[in-house]
């Protein structure tokens, strides 16, 4: 069994900032990508950015230069630091990871249940 749990959504007035976290437990043999996604009402779930277990991540281009994903491999943790965040930016934000829980096994991936981001004055 595998869980995967985000935290640190929230409240935050416009040009604020946030940080999310995403850890992974269980059985797990080897993680390769660590993402976050995002669903705002009505639309479509969409990639936020993701990084791989060699740190080359990428990024929507509507979050670039505004948000920092980042990994600590050790503690199978996965983050999202969001600066300068705006209204458009509110959504359920999933992180999902890419990993192995056991040798011989084929990758398979696992979504948490998500974090509300609200951004409002």
């Known amino acids: 069994q595998v869980q995967v749990v985000e935290s640190g959504g929230g409240l935050v007035q416009p040009g604020g900032s946030l940080r999310l976290s995403c850890a992974a437990s269980g059985s797990i043999f080897s993680i390769y990508v660590m993402g976050w996604y995002r669903q705002a009402p009505g639309k479509q779930r969409e990639l936020v950015a993701d990084i791989t277990v060699s740190s080359n991540s990428r990024y929507a281009d509507s979050v670039k230069s505004r948000f920092t994903i980042s990994r600590d491999g050790a503690k199978n943790t996965v983050f999202l630091q969001m600066n300068s965040l705006k209204p458009e930016d509110t959504a359920v934000y999933y992180c999902?990871?890419?990993?192995?829980?056991?040798?011989?096994?084929?990758?398979?991936?696992?979504w948490g249940k998500g974090t509300l981001v609200t951004v409002s004055s």
């Open positions: 999902q990871m890419t990993l192995r829980s056991a040798a011989g096994l084929p990758r398979k991936d696992y």
